[in-house]
């Protein structure tokens, strides 16, 4: 009998990449033991003593954002996966967040890392990439990120993290301390432990998808709301059931809203959705940012504007019990935009309705529909 064999060098350097893959593995686990729980916030709210809402703060991440869980998990789905080596460089499209948080763990495993973004990418982002030793290549349209990923991981002998694709399937959704089992954990004690909704905004769509799907897993009455933006794909693939739905303009609402459907957005997880208009969503970032007395980022407002839509529809059908979303990111890595008026100005957008009708809703409960003319782009 024959007996086929590698050459012992071969083996050897098997032995030497199974060495570094351990030693990634314990230094993701590491920081995943520092930083995998963040704060239930509870803003305080005076308009209704009969809801109660709380936002898990994921800005106190190390990386600032929600996109740290996502981007450690993509690290070691890479690493198992035998795709991430020791020197493999490192490639992902992304608007910004998802790429400062896997530039710092590039920099935690001295890999290269490259990041695909559009030209608007904002000018902090783009400089917390670059601090932690990653590059910035940038693309004019926002669709084109996908093709030139890929095309840099090739020609760099590299890696395409591709959020985009492997956000839903490389957290685990059932558990093992993912978003969804946080926050459950952390209602335990409130008033309301199992809440009536959890509301989350969608980039890749994959925090959705764990989410929603460990609301089945087990066996809870809480429903998810995906809330979507102005130039986004999503909420057409839901509401028509057209997966190939596109959008020719990108989302001014940095992290959030796709020109196209992405892999990882699952619809039949969602139990309902609406559309946000971008003036509603920045408008209720201003309003939740002075109540918590720091600035929060825009596609938190999004999710903001989305937990006061569903808190008047609670109050409406005479419903008592909590809601529950994100603080995506903090606001500071968006002066030059968001909190810039010449920027609001510049992009003919008209904040001041929305943040009076929030303001009156929060204080007295009152939800007054401004006119038609102003509510241009309002929830559907």
Not at 5 to 12: E, I, K, V, W
Request: proline share 4%.
């Amino acid at each position: 009998m024959t007996i086929a064999s590698c050459p012992l060098t071969a083996g050897l350097l098997v032995d030497r990449e199974r060495d570094w893959c351990r030693q990634a593995i314990s230094i993701l686990q590491g920081d995943g033991r520092r930083s995998s729980d963040t704060h239930l916030v509870k803003p305080v709210v005076t308009g209704f003593a009969d809801i109660a809402i709380y936002l898990k703060d994921e800005s106190t991440h190390p990386t600032g954002s929600l996109k740290h869980r996502l981007a450690r998990s993509l690290f070691l789905y890479g690493i198992c996966n035998g795709k991430i080596r020791q020197g493999t460089t490192l490639v992902e499209a992304s608007s910004g967040s998802t790429a400062v948080s896997e530039a710092y763990f590039a920099n935690l495993l001295r890999l290269p890392f490259i990041a695909v973004m559009p030209h608007s990418t904002s000018r902090q982002k783009i400089d917390a990439i670059e601090r932690m030793g990653g590059r910035c290549h940038f693309v004019e349209d926002a669709g084109a990120v996908y093709g030139a990923a890929m095309q840099i991981a090739g020609e760099t002998g590299g890696y395409y993290l591709d959020q985009f694709t492997y956000a839903e399937r490389a957290t685990d959704w059932r558990g093992n301390n993912n978003i969804a089992e946080s926050i459950f954990e952390q209602m335990k004690e409130e008033a309301y432990p199992e809440p009536e909704w959890v509301v989350m905004s969608a980039g890749t769509g994959g925090t959705s998808a764990t989410i929603g799907r460990y609301l089945r897993y087990r066996n809870l009455s809480t429903r998810l709301c995906v809330v979507d933006v102005e130039n986004s794909a999503f909420y057409e693939a839901y509401s028509c059931g057209n997966p190939e739905a596109t959008c020719s303009k990108p989302s001014r609402i940095e992290g959030i809203g796709r020109p196209r459907v992405e892999p990882s957005f699952i619809p039949s997880v969602v139990d309902h959705m609406i559309k946000v208009d971008d003036a509603a969503s920045i408008a209720a970032m201003y309003v939740l940012s002075e109540r918590l007395f720091r600035r929060v980022g825009g596609s938190t407002g999004t999710n903001f504007f989305g937990v006061c839509w569903l808190a008047n529809r609670m109050m409406r059908e005479g419903r008592s019990g909590s809601i529950v979303s994100l603080i995506c990111d903090n606001g500071d890595r968006y002066t030059s935009t968001y909190y810039d008026p010449e920027w609001l100005k510049h992009n003919g957008i008209r904040i001041g309705p929305y943040r009076d009708m929030l303001e009156h809703f929060l204080d007295t409960g009152e939800w007054n529909e401004i006119s038609d003319k102003e509510q241009d782009g309002y929830p559907q």
